[in-house]
Structures are given as C-alpha cells and as structure tokens.
C-alpha cells in the first residue's frame, strides 16, 4: 500500500544522523520532526532565523515572535539560538546544515527541482528553497510520486520554472525511495505492498532497477 | 546621541512618493506595524517596497497594498495574499522576487559597502536571466548587487535613546540589515529606555544604524498561524 504523508515523513526520519543539524521545510518535511530515531540528537533550524526548534506550544503560551519558516507558533529547544536573516542565510550556504527536506512539486532525472511558481496560476515566491537547494550537499525531496491529476512527478525534464539545476540526490515519495545519479532515478526500496511495475508506469524520467528491490522497513 | 523623536508621524516625515523603503519582518513576525499604519494615513503613493513577505490581506504591507500605494514589491514569498497575488498577475504591481537568503546578503551588503556578491542561489533559473555567472570552485555562481534604501523602517523589542537596538526571539529576522541600509533608518521600539540601561554585550544592532527612534503606540503582534499542541 501507498504511504501517506506520516509515512513517507517516517522513512525520511531514518536518513537522520546523530549529531546533524537539519532544515526542514514546510508540509510533509516539517511531519519529520515527529519520527526522529531512537538514540538520535539532531537540531532542526529555521531559516526564519531559530536553530534548536521545538514542538508547537501548548495552547495559551504561543508567542507572535517565536514562529517558524511556515509563520507556525512554535517553541525552543534546550540549546536555542536566535540570529538575523543574513546569519541564518551563512548557515545556509556555507553548508554548515547536513541535510534538507523539501517538497516538491517536480523533479527530473538529473536532479533538478522546481516547486515555487505555475506560470499565470499560482506565484508564492521561493522564499529560502532556491538557497536551500543551490548550497546543500544533502537534499532529500519528500512528495507524492503523481500530482492530483495522477501525473508523474519524476520527469524526464521539469516542465515547470526551475528552484535549483542538478541537486537533488534523493526522493522518497508514497511510493518509493529513489536515488538520482547520473541522469537517472535508481529505485532503492519501495513502499510496503507496492510492486515495481507499480513503481515504472508511475515513474516518467528513466528508472533504473538494479535486481531485487527491498520494501521499507518502517 | 540623543535619536528620540516623539511619536509615529515624526518618525515618517520625510517619506515621500516614489521612494524605496525597507521593511523588516517575516511574516507578520517583528514587522514595523505603527509605522506601516501611518504609512497608509500619509496616502503617499508609487513606493518601491523589499520587504520579505507582503503581508495579509486585512494587516502588515497587506494594507498599503490594498490602498494602491505600491507600485513595486521586491520580496522572496508572497503567497499568504490575496491582493497581492491578484494585483501580480494582473500586472498592476511589478513584482521582483528573490531568493530569501540573497535578500538577506543584498540588504547586509548595501549597508556593509559591497556593491554586489557572488552566490550559488539561483543558477540555472529565471532569477539568474541577465546576471553574470562565475565559476568558483567548480560551481557556477551568480553576481546579486546590494540593495539600498531612502528609507529603513525597522521594529525591535527595546531600543534605547542612542538607538541601540535588542530583537526577541525570531521577530530579529531582516531587521538588523535593513536598519544597515536604510540612508534613513526608523526603528519603532516595544520599549524605549535611557541609554545605559542596555548591556552593551547583548546589542544586537549599534546605534550608528539608526537615526530615528521611538516606542510605539500599540503593538498589535497578529499571529498567522496559530499552531498548538494538547497537553
């Protein structure tokens, strides 16, 4: 069976590292705060300008200025630091941050990303994301494999304005997690219960399937 | 050096049709709000706004917006307005939108006297057309310039009469950057004290960045997303 959004948040979960600190971005990426591995330390940062983000507070001690990238009331960890735009930005770029989840509303095969503008319909802007995707080393996508319409979001090219060229090394989506190197997705594992030829006909940019393919352990 | 002036009309003397003014926040997080609300009294028109986000429709930028008093956003999200949106796609508006972080350093460079930098943000996307691309280590990079203001408009939580500032919590956000490039730099305070009642180890933004200051009248602090949890 398909993940739903908790799932696929939960499998991402397990790419955390001890020690790492960790942007999330808004939508599935910010459920994976919920499912940090046992034994794990990890800081999340908000580029909004908070490093050691905690959980939404309880209700009656929200705070207006204490919020995140996706304008949520949230708290502080032990450890918390505040700092303007321009150092969290330093962060940022200078690579300072080991992993980045976003969302996404197409990736291709070469690791391109474009999730911010529909020409004509819809310009939110691209806030932190195209910083977010030109500087980090580790970038992990989690999105639905298909849109609404069921149309494959793992393209050949995106048909959509760009966020970032070439920097997306990994998806996990409902159906599965891939890889992207050298110009093509690699199937690593897939959802529980869903097959590979599930996988391909929902998959426009080129697969590649290396022998058997493993289900997620979550 | 004394840099109180008595209340919010003072504050935006000066401001006049057609100028560039910053505006610091996120969201509606630490937004100059006594500021913004004499901005739309004064009526004046054709400003040139970098601010990060616009606002809501009903406060922040949201109401200079819905008054026609904007003719250019330079902002890196817009998406919580309505007008705004409406006013983009229908051309009324010129919208430039940049990436958040190159926002930031643009603001932070026009204030720090570095007319342009080199950043991998935006390569390869509509945001680079018509910038110089460089190679630096192996990975193409893209010249932004700095960005400057007739005026900054910031908001912190104390400030004191020399007009040292203090932020809470992540209302700091482009705050301390704008007030860096702003030729005039207005800071609207929650709490004004004598100088020498701030540590100096815990300024957040000098004195010499800001040349006018007052406390002001109400804060209203709007939340946009009031998230909680059960306990």
């Known amino acids: ?218 | 050096m004394n840099k109180v002036i008595n209340n919010v009309t003072e504050a935006v003397q000066g401001i006049e049709d057609n100028m560039t003014l910053m505006l610091g926040g996120f969201g509606l997080c630490g937004i100059p709000e006594n500021s913004i609300a004499e901005l739309v009294k004064t009526g004046i028109k054709g400003l040139t706004c970098i601010s990060n986000n616009a606002g809501v429709d009903d406060f922040g930028l949201g109401l200079l917006l819905q008054n026609k008093q904007i003719k250019k956003m330079i902002s890196s999200y817009v998406g919580e307005n309505d007008e705004f949106e409406r006013q983009m796609l229908s051309g009324e508006l010129e919208v430039d939108l940049i990436p958040q972080g190159s926002l930031a350093e643009r603001c932070r460079a026009g204030g720090a006297g570095i007319p342009a930098f080199f950043t991998p943000a935006g390569y390869g996307t509509e945001v680079a057309e018509g910038k110089e691309v460089r190679v630096f280590n192996g990975k193409p990079h893209v010249l932004e310039s700095a960005l400057h203001a007739d005026f900054a408009i910031v908001k912190a939580w104390k400030g004191d009469t020399d007009g040292n500032l203090v932020f809470k919590a992540t209302a700091r956000n482009f705050n301390p950057m704008m007030a860096m490039a702003g030729k005039i730099t207005i800071a609207e305070v929650e709490e004004l004290l004598p100088a020498g009642e701030l540590d100096p180890n815990e300024i957040h933004t000098p004195g010499i960045f800001v040349q006018r200051i007052f406390q002001g009248a109400r804060f209203e602090k709007r939340i946009e997303q009031r998230t909680t949890r059960t306990k």
């Not at chain 1, 310009?123 to 994301?129: L, N």
């Not at chain 1, 319409?149 to 998806?171: E, I, W």
């Open chain 1, 1 to 218: 069976m398909a993940l739903d959004k908790k799932g696929i948040a939960q499998r991402i979960a397990q790419e955390l590292r001890d020690g790492w600190y960790v942007n999330l971005g808004i939508g599935i990426p910010t459920l994976v705060a919920n499912y940090i591995p046992e034994g794990i330390e990890v800081e999340f940062q908000s580029e909004n300008g908070v490093l050691g983000m905690g959980p939404f507070p309880f209700e009656g001690e929200e705070d207006a200025d204490l919020i995140n990238a996706g304008k949520q009331t949230i708290t502080t960890m032990k450890g918390a630091s505040f700092f303007d735009s321009a150092t969290s930005f330093a962060m940022i770029r200078g690579q300072h941050v080991q992993l980045t989840v976003l969302g996404a509303m197409e990736v291709s095969e070469n690791g391109d990303i474009a999730n911010w503008k529909i020409p004509g319909k819809m310009v939110k802007g691209m806030g932190g994301a195209m910083d977010l995707v030109a500087s980090a080393d580790n970038i992990i996508v989690a999105m639905m494999h298909s849109n609404r319409a069921g149309v494959s979001k793992l393209l050949k090219d995106c048909s959509l304005p760009l966020t970032g060229v070439a920097c997306v090394k990994k998806v996990v989506t409902d159906l599965a997690v891939l890889e992207i190197k050298e110009g093509a997705f690699h199937l690593v594992e897939r959802a529980p219960g869903v097959s590979v030829e599930e996988i391909k006909s929902k998959t426009e940019g080129s697969l590649i399937i290396n022998g058997e393919v493993p289900e997620m352990s979550l």
